[in-house]
């Protein structure tokens, strides 16, 4: 009995988030418009302004999309389409998708993987995931990110690396898929990294599955955001 | 030609008007001049018609009316867009239809909302680049140049591109099509050993299925659909597959999952319908035809068979004024549609005889029979079956028998329609003369088709062409005579020289050979020959 009323309540939750998303892209296609149409016809602050809210509803349709995609995942019905993809071509994209409030914040984001890289994955799956990690690595940095991709193992790896401080020690010692991010007071969901390892154990080939793990060090020395497919 | 992206002409389709505008101006900053925009399904149909796009961006959700799915497969299916347009589908949600199912139905790339300049610029440039890449595959396939067109594939797939995917699928395809079943396991075998990948899982079991290897088939099939449950081409052709294997309970259960899974999909609906009607679920086929003809309102996929199966399932159901009624339905909405018309005639033909109307029943009849001896259509063997059905309950014994001898004559090597026939004889009370009949029709044939391979071997080209031609007359379906006829009007040419007539008409029968069967074995080599031979002088 209990178990029916959850189902329909995560029904319900799914379907007004779905109604949700089609509204703030009705939002964010307007802003978009008008940030096109008076870019050069408004002063600097108030184009910030409109950056900034443009920005936000981006993370906002992230959170979106990402639950959308478990509740989908969950009941086996996400149209999931492992391919496969050029990993430059998804890590450059991911970039791009950033690329304006980085320049923002004086961050200076580089790609680091062989264009000869191709891999079996699901693109807007692993896209939302890399979105994620790099929205993190935005807000710990100082002012550089890395995102690189190598093939390890028979295994694809791919690293989002920052120059902050790095993961407390708390969080490198629990498992990064468990729910304890959640705070509140911080605003840390735990979402990004529910989402993100639900999408590598998505991703199978034989017995292998992937994997999400976190670490500090890397190219330098911060936080090592890590998705590892199979 | 693949031209450049800043020089193509270019459509945006979206309800929106500031979608509209926000899009032409991503493309004019592109440098993108020729942008024509519409806000509606019907004016985009109404302009594919009339111009050339080289470039269409498309919103999938356009409120009433069609969507940007059901645009695409309608202006593929009238040809107002060929290979070389670029079709990219902008959507809010990702479906299953956008990469899944037959090439002529998915667009060549989607991209997901918000959508921003510099993603859409990206994504662009490198669907112009890959279209760019592909086109020499693609120009040979057009001119079913098929040995060729995997030569070039396979020189390409030498080297991972972005085009891997893609090229290894038109490989995969183009084995099938030309009935090159060995290589085509081997490939698929050999792809699947390095990685479980579902499309080609899939493809492999239709190998399976297409040599009638049905066991192996469904086995493959079902691991696809355990692995992904969403992978619904795998469930078509699991029901197919339970189909041909006499389990007709089980294909309707397969596709009733389906269904429920992606309510939108008209064909797969319609199929659902008649493996109900097949299985004698009678409500389910009914709500099944009734859905079926809702989906198909705005699809290039609507049809005058489900008005027909509907038809025929309220009939069954003894209510037969309904039937006549959605019949009458279906002639308006099909006007023009000869064959729409003979399938209409003939339920209604049952309609009546249901309501005890024989006199009405005879008339509908006649119109029918009128029809399948104008008609150039293929008929249906399913329509002619219901048609011999009515002339045996009206008492006209011998031209049902005629009627059901042509079908035998048409079909002689397919044992799922000689069973079809026979289950029409007796019901018929009529079972051992029908037998007969069978033996007899399908002999006739051995024995015509026997002759003329005589002939040819003996070099009488043109006394072979003579007797399959006349042959041909009694049974225009039957794609082994077409093609014999084919290869010995090649032969002929060999050795007189090219006829361009004769080139035409070996064009023609070609053509009706991949409609009826698209994987009769001599098919490809002729094309070849014929392509060959016509680019001589």
């Known amino acids: 009995m209990q178990q029916t009323e959850d189902l329909s309540f995560s029904d319900f939750i799914a379907s007004s988030i779905h109604d949700m998303k089609n509204s703030l892209n009705i939002q964010v296609g307007f802003l978009e418009h008008l940030m096109h149409s008076y870019h050069d016809k408004v002063d600097s602050s108030t184009l910030d302004q409109l950056g900034h ?88 940095t100082q002012d550089k990110i890395r995102i690189a991709a190598d093939i390890r193992d028979g295994q694809l790896e791919i690293r989002v690396e920052d120059n902050g401080k790095g993961y407390p020690a708390r969080m490198l010692n629990e498992n990064v898929d468990c729910n304890k991010g959640i705070n509140f007071s911080t605003g840390s969901t735990g979402l990004g990294f529910y989402f993100s390892s639900r999408v590598a154990a998505m991703h199978k080939n034989g017995e292998r599955q992937g994997v999400l793990t976190i670490e500090n060090g890397g190219a330098y020395g911060g936080g090592c955001f890590v998705l590892t497919l199979p | 030609m693949t031209i450049s992206l800043s020089q193509s002409s270019t459509l945006v389709i979206d309800d929106f008007q500031s979608m509209r505008s926000m899009i032409m101006g991503f493309l004019k900053s592109m440098g993108v001049t020729n942008i024509s925009n519409v806000g509606t399904a019907r004016e985009a149909l109404e302009l594919l018609s009339s111009k050339k796009f080289d470039l269409v961006i498309c919103d999938y959700n356009l409120g009433q009316g069609q969507n940007g799915q059901q645009i695409l497969e309608e202006a593929r299916h009238k040809r107002y867009i060929g290979h070389s347009t670029v079709w990219m589908m902008v959507t809010a949600e990702k479906t299953m239809d956008m990469f899944m199912g037959a090439a002529e139905a998915k667009p060549d790339d989607y991209l997901l909302k918000p959508v921003t300049e510099a993603m859409l610029s990206s994504r662009l440039n490198k669907l112009f680049e890959k279209k760019r890449t592909l086109e020499p595959v693609e120009k040979a396939v057009k001119s079913r140049n098929y040995a060729h067109a995997i030569k070039l594939c396979e020189a390409q797939l030498a080297t991972p591109s972005a085009n891997t995917q893609e090229l290894q699928r038109i490989k995969s395809d183009l084995l099938i099509n030309s009935g090159d079943f060995a290589t085509a396991k081997t490939f698929l075998g050999g792809l699947l050993a390095v990685r479980n990948i579902p499309w080609v899982k899939t493809s492999l079991g239709k190998v399976l299925y297409l040599s009638k290897d049905y066991l192996k088939a ?218 007969a009949l069978i033996q007899k029709a399908t002999k006739e044939v051995i024995d015509t088709n026997n002759q003329g391979v005589a002939l040819a071997n003996e070099g009488k080209f043109e006394e072979g062409i003579r007797l399959i031609r006349k042959a041909l007359q009694a049974m225009p379906n039957n794609d082994l005579m077409m093609t014999n006829l084919c290869g010995m009007m090649i032969g002929t040419m060999h050795r007189t020289g090219k006829d361009d007539r004769m080139l035409f008409e070996a064009g023609e029968l070609l053509e009706r050979v991949s409609r009826i069967n698209p994987v009769n074995k001599k098919y490809h080599q002729y094309v070849t020959l014929l392509g060959k031979m016509s680019a001589t002088d």
């Not at chain 2, 989906?295 to 996929?301: A, D, I, P, Q, W």
């Not at chain 2, 293929?378 to 059905?389: I, N, P, W």
């Not at chain 2, 002339?391 to 048409?410: I, P």
Request: hydrophobic share 45%; proline share 1%.
């Open chain 2, 218 to 435: 469904r086995e493959l099939f079902e691991e696809v659909l355990q692995e992904n449950k969403m992978y619904l081409e795998a469930a078509d052709w699991l029901a197919k597959t339970l189909d041909a294997l006499g389990e007709n309970a089980l294909a309707q259960s397969v596709l009733e999952k389906a269904m429920a899974l992606s309510p939108n999909a008209t064909q797969r609906q319609q199929s659902l319908a008649d493996a109900a009607l097949k299985n004698g679920a009678l409500e389910l086929a009914q709500s099944a035809y009734e859905k079926a003809i809702k989906l198909g309102e705005f699809s290039v996929h609507k049809n005058a068979a489900t008005f027909a199966g509907l038809a025929k399932v309220l009939t069954v159901q003894d209510d037969p004024e309904q039937a006549l009624k959605i019949l009458s339905r279906s002639r308006s909405e099909f006007k023009d549609d000869a064959a729409a018309a003979l399938q209409t005639a003939v339920a209604e033909s049952l309609a009546h005889y249901k309501l005890g109307d024989t006199e009405q029943a005879l008339v509908s009849l006649q119109e029918a029979e009128a029809l399948i001896g104008a008609s150039e259509q293929d008929t249906s063997v399913g329509t002619t079956l219901d048609m011999a059905h009515m002339m045996f309950q009206l008492g006209q014994k011998e031209k049902a028998c005629g009627l059901l001898e042509s079908v035998v004559r048409n079909n002689h090597e397919n044992r799922s329609v000689l069973q079809r026939v026979e289950t029409a004889f007796e019901d018929a009370g009529m079972a051992e003369e029908g037998l």
């Open chain 1, 53 to 140: 809210t443009i920005y936000e509803a981006g993370r906002m349709n992230v959170n979106l999309v990402q639950i959308l995609s478990l509740y989908k995942l969950g009941n086996s019905i996400y149209p999931i389409d492992i391919s496969e993809r050029s990993v430059t071509e998804v890590l450059e994209e991911v970039v791009l998708q950033n690329q304006s409030i980085m320049k923002h914040k004086g961050i200076e984001i580089i790609v680091d993987c062989a264009p000869s890289h191709y891999w079996y994955f699901d693109r807007d799956l692993v896209g939302g995931v890399l979105v994620n990690a790099l929205n993190n690595a935005y807000n710990y």
